[in-house]
C-alpha cells in the first residue's frame, strides 16, 4: 500500500507473470469486419485510457490480456497491439489505432471516382473477373510495420485464424504453438495479409515456412491461404479452444488446480457491427437470385455478409450460453451494434465520412447498455443494473489491474 492508504499502482511494462500467478485466464477477442475495424478500434482505445488511469500512462493493451485473438481486420489490430517495437514493448498505443484506419484506409480500400452507374458496372466486372482491391498497399503497409517479426515474438500471446484452400481446413496461428513447432512461426505480416484475404475483396496469400533448426529439420511447410473470416470471423472461441489445448498438453503457464476451468476467463469480445436491424435482404428477394447476385448486389456481397454474420453469431451463441450455465455471465463482455445502416454496414467504403461516422458509432456504442445476445431473434437486447457499456469496460479494467498486480505480487514472493 503506499503512504496513503491507496494501492500502489503496478508497474505494467515489466513482464506479466503468466496465468498460473493469479485467478484469471484474461482474452481480448477482436472480429473482422474491413473498415468497420475503426468501431473496435475506438472501443479498445476507451478500455486502454481506464487501464492508464489505474496503472499510469505505460499501460497497455498486451500487459493485461494472456491472448489477443483478432480474425481480418482484428487480426491488424492484434498485431498492432502485441507487436513489439525496438524497446519490446507494444508497437501501437490503443489511441493510435483510429488514426492508422482514417490514414490507410482509403489507400487499402480506394474509392472509385465517376458517375453512379459507371462505378456500380465496373464494380460488377470486378466482382466476376477477380478480387475488387490487388491488396498490394496494405501487403506493402503490413510488412513495413512488423517487418520480420514472427509471431513467436509478440508481447503477449495471439491467436489469429485463417483458412487453407488447398486443403480446406482452417489454420490457427498462435504464439504458444509458434514457440513448439517452427513451421507455426510465421512472420507476422503474412499471417495478417492471410486473414485479411477476403474472399472477393482480396487476393489468396501464399507463402513458406522453413524449419531453421539444424538438429532433426523438418520439411518446409506450404501455406495457402484466405480470410480468417470463413472460419471463424469472431475468434472468441478459437482463443478459448487454443488455451484449453495448452492446459492439456501440461503448459507451465497453467499450473493444474490454477485457473483452468471456463468459470476462470475473463473474455472481451469486440464486434465490428451488423445491419442486423435493418433488415437488409428479404428471402423473396434472394429467390430470385443467381450466382451474380449472391456475390454482389446493390455494393454488398450477400455471401459474404451473410456467411461471415453466422460465424459471429454463433460463437457468440455458444459464449453465452456457455458463461451462463457456469454462473459466471460477468465474466463475459460480448460489445457489439447491430444497426448499422447504408455504407457504414459496408467492409470497404473508406471515405473520410463513413469512416468519422464509424468512430462516431462506436463511441456511441460506448455509451449505450451492456447488451447480451437473444438466441431466439439473435437481437442484443439491454441486461438490467449493469450500467453502460463504458461502465463495464471500467469493471473490465480494474479486474484486470488487480489480477495483474495479483500475479506480479506472487511471482516476486519466490
Known amino acids: 500500500m503506499g503512504s496513503n492508504g491507496t494501492a500502489t499502482a503496478v508497474d505494467p511494462t515489466a513482464l506479466a507473470p503468466p496465468p498460473s500467478e493469479g485467478r484469471l485466464i484474461t482474452v481480448l477477442s477482436i472480429d473482422g469486419g474491413g473498415i468497420r475495424g475503426l468501431i473496435p478500434a475506438t472501443i479498445i482505445a476507451c478500455l486502454e485510457a481506464k487501464l492508464q488511469e489505474l496503472d499510469g500512462p505505460d499501460a497497455r493493451i498486451a500487459d493485461y490480456f494472456d491472448v489477443i485473438a483478432g480474425t481480418s481486420t482484428g487480426a491488424l489490430i492484434t498485431a498492432m497491439l502485441a507487436a513489439p517495437d525496438e524497446n519490446k514493448r507494444p508497437l501501437f498505443a490503443a489511441k493510435d489505432l483510429s488514426t492508422f484506419y482514417l490514414e490507410n484506409g482509403p489507400k487499402i480500400f480506394p ?31 503490413i510488412k513495413s510495420l512488423t517487418h520480420d517479426v514472427k509471431v513467436a515474438d509478440t508481447v503477449t500471446n495471439v491467436v489469429v485464424p485463417a483458412f487453407d484452400v488447398k486443403n480446406l481446413q482452417p489454420v490457427i496461428f498462435s504464439t504458444y504453438e509458434a514457440k513448439s513447432d517452427p513451421l507455426k512461426n510465421a512472420k507476422l505480416a503474412d499471417i495478417c495479409i492471410s486473414t485479411a484475404a477476403a474472399p472477393t475483396y482480396f487476393p489468396a496469400h501464399h507463402f513458406t515456412v522453413h524449419d531453421n533448426n539444424n538438429n532433426n529439420k523438418k520439411p518446409p511447410r506450404e501455406y495457402h491461404l484466405v480470410d480468417g473470416g470463413v472460419a471463424a470471423n469472431n475468434p472468441t472461441m478459437v482463443a478459448m479452444s487454443m488455451l484449453t489445448r495448452e492446459v492439456l498438453r501440461r503448459n507451465p503457464d497453467f499450473t493444474p488446480g490454477k485457473p483452468t476451468e471456463y468459470r476462470n476467463y475473463l473474455i472481451i469480445s469486440i464486434g465490428t457491427g451488423s445491419p442486423k436491424q435493418a433488415k437488409q435482404y428479404t428471402a423473396p428477394d434472394c429467390a430470385k437470385w443467381g450466382l451474380i447476385q449472391w456475390i454482389y448486389n446493390g455494393g454488398f456481397t450477400p455471401i459474404i455478409d451473410i ?45 473520410k465520412e463513413n469512416m468519422e461516422k464509424l468512430i462516431d458509432i462506436g463511441k456511441e456504442l460506448l455509451k449505450k447498455p451492456v447488451a447480451r445476445v437473444n438466441i431466439d431473434t439473435g437481437m442484443y437486447e439491454p441486461v438490467a443494473g449493469e450500467g453502460s457499456n463504458e461502465d463495464a469496460l471500467g469493471r473490465f479494467a480494474k479486474m484486470l489491474s488487480d489480477e495483474l498486480r495479483l500475479r506480479k505480487k506472487n511471482y516476486n514472493s519466490y
Open 307 to 351: 456467411f461471415s454474420h453466422a460465424s459471429s453469431d454463433m460463437v457468440d451463441i455458444h459464449a453465452e450460453v456457455l458463461f451462463a450455465s457456469l454462473k459466471c455471465k460477468e465474466n463475459y463482455l460480448r460489445i457489439q451494434d447491430d444497426s448499422l445502416t447504408g455504407d457504414t454496414s459496408s467492409v470497404d467504403i473508406a471515405t
Open 111 to 141: 474509392q472509385r471516382n465517376g458517375i453512379w452507374f459507371l462505378k456500380k458496372i465496373t464494380s460488377m466486372a470486378s466482382a466476376v473477373m477477380g478480387p475488387k482491391y490487388d491488396g498490394s498497399f496494405l501487403r506493402d503497409k
